[in-house]
């Protein structure tokens, strides 16, 4: 043996004692204790799949409005919806509860119960059928862990292993959390967090111990015991539940005696294509509260439903609502189609993020872009009949009013309040569409991919396609004094401030003449559903081929915008922004505005301040200048409080004399204007190409024709009216007037 004090070995003991270490190993019992030491060890301390310890596959996320209210609650990545509860936070009742269903001895075994096996063995032999499971609730969350599965043998031991090793990795409480967590509650509802709420609408803590032992007892047979099909299949299990958990007898009479009422199933859904977009956003939250107000949601949902009659009437089947919070930028309400689950009509798309035409929604911004250069409220745009070249050589757009008219003279404030298209188009051509696409893109409308030239002047009156949500947002700029917002869907989100998109005095002046019912009752009337209690800027869009109609307007506080047409792009039938959205939009703005401010401000001084840089000064209601003593009319307008003084001119002792731009239009309406106009054809230009839009209807194709005096028309040899319907082919327009004067031009129409 070796020598304790030199610490060197003798002669022949290390062959001896590899020779009794050999005899050793050869005995039959040593191999079995060792191999079972060995598994045994193997078994409790082997390693455990980090990922099979996360639980959180079962848990969904459920999505809440700004005040808690459920608007919706997707599946978990395990198949069903459930919600976690802390070990430390687990309620006493329903850990009674359970430990009296599932695993009285839970407390004392060590993951396995060999008393409960040999107990369930002995009542399925005297049965002759399988009436008792031995499985602790340890083995249970193991068998949840590794997602269940066929029932062999294969699958038994693996769920054992992973039960001893889970007793000795988690503490008790921890164990039973994970079961009450994950386990099934039926009507795919994991968890008890979860089913305690979808049965009987209170958080597990508040469960009475009648509806803490009917909740556990639903994990063994979650389909047959399903409460909203037939509650009394469940009832003697309860009652077995009940006999076993640590009761007084006065609490288990009166438990034994509750009548238990059950939740309906359903679930809740509102504002699901809001939820589809902002779930993705949500990220890894299991409560992710949103910026949404269901009562306002609802409330609007309800006015879609009011309207269907008169959407019906219109021949349109789809609507699209969103409502922004202007400080904010929160979304209060967002309605993608007017019924989701309309399959017929599309209602699973979403119409708030969908590229539509908007019409003369856009026009706003023609006129923002105007004021931050030389232009003001005052200052007056032509409206007589106009054509414009394009980016295709010969080709010439020659805008129209909706109701065909020409006005000459206009203020800016009466060409944006009336939304006239003439003046919009002749602005932008001095302006460039180059610096409205700039503009527009720096709003947020981001679907303008296109070059400037492949937009034209069209731009102004919505020849693109935008997005609903995008108009709104881009509209609160000017409730907000100038200053853009990015839009947020989650409570508490914050995003970067983008810079200043014009100035104060600009979102002013579009503000106060945008909400200026004098201004545009000329065009549109008094009364009727863009006239409200209190100052509300607002303003309509029609698409071409009245396929969209549009109704976008905003407060300080809110800024609501309405989309009515089909998303199939069918025709609407006698509808325009005024008969189509702005109804709706009248309805919504006044729940919104109630919602936010909790009353609706009537009599309220709720307009918008106005900027030092401005001064309310009179002015000539025609040429727009400072009045002379010859102007028939004046008015008061927001004039530049830096602009030079300029006196009307137009105006005389004896007549009126317009600038020699109304010379095609003054003639009809007996002014005078600026000599030196020889008689000749100033629309159409002499060798312009006129395109027909397959889109529109013929009516609403006329070429007007136009001299520097009254005259006759002919298209070739054939007698013309002023206003004549485009016809393919080459033609010859000739004008003749009262002296016998010709004068032709030649045009082409494709």
Known sequence: MRNRWSGQWRAGDLARLLVFAGEVARAPLFLALAASFVIGLWIRFGPIDPALLDSSRFASTTVLDCSGVVLYEPLSPAGGRGSSVQADELPPLVVAATIAAEDRRFFVHPGVDPLAIARAML?????????????TVTQQVAKLLLNGGERSVTNKVRETILAVRLERRRPKTAILAMYLNAAPYGNRINGIGRASRAYFGVR????????????????????????LRDEKRARPRQRAILAAMPLSAAERSIALRERLVFRGGTQPLLAQHFVERALPRCGTRLVCVTTIDASLQREIAGIIEAHRPSLRKHGARNVAVAVLDNRSGEWLAWEGSGDYFDAEAGGAIDGVVTPRQPGSTLKPFTYALAFEQRYSPATVIADVPSHFSTAEEGVVYAPRNYDGKHRGPLLARAALAGSQNVPAVALLSKLGAPALLRLLRAAGFDGLTRTSDYYGLGLTLGDAEVRLDQLVAAYAVFARGGMPVKPVMIAGETTLTPPRLFSQRTAFWVSDILSDAGAREYAFGRGGSLTFPFRVAVKTGTSQAYRDNWTVGYTRDVTVGVWVGNFDRAELRNSSGVTGAAPIFHAVMLAATKNVRGKLPIGDDDSIVAPERAELLPICGTSGRRPSPYCPATTYEWLPADAPVEFCSWHRATDVQLP????QWAPRKQYAVAKGESFRVTNPPDGSTYLIDPTLRSEYQKLEFAATRPAAWYVGDTRAADQWSLKPGRHMITAVDDRGNRASVKIHVK
Do not use: C, K, M, W
Request: aromatic letters at 8%; proline letters at 12%.
């Open 123 to 135: 009542h399925n032999i005297r049965s002759g059928r399988v009436v008792e499971g031995g499985s």
């Open 660 to 663: 020699a731009e109304y010379a």
């Open 204 to 227: 597990p803590h508040d469960l009475t111990p009648a509806q803490a032992a009917f909740l556990a007892a639903l994990p063994q047979r979650p389909s047959a015991f399903n409460p």
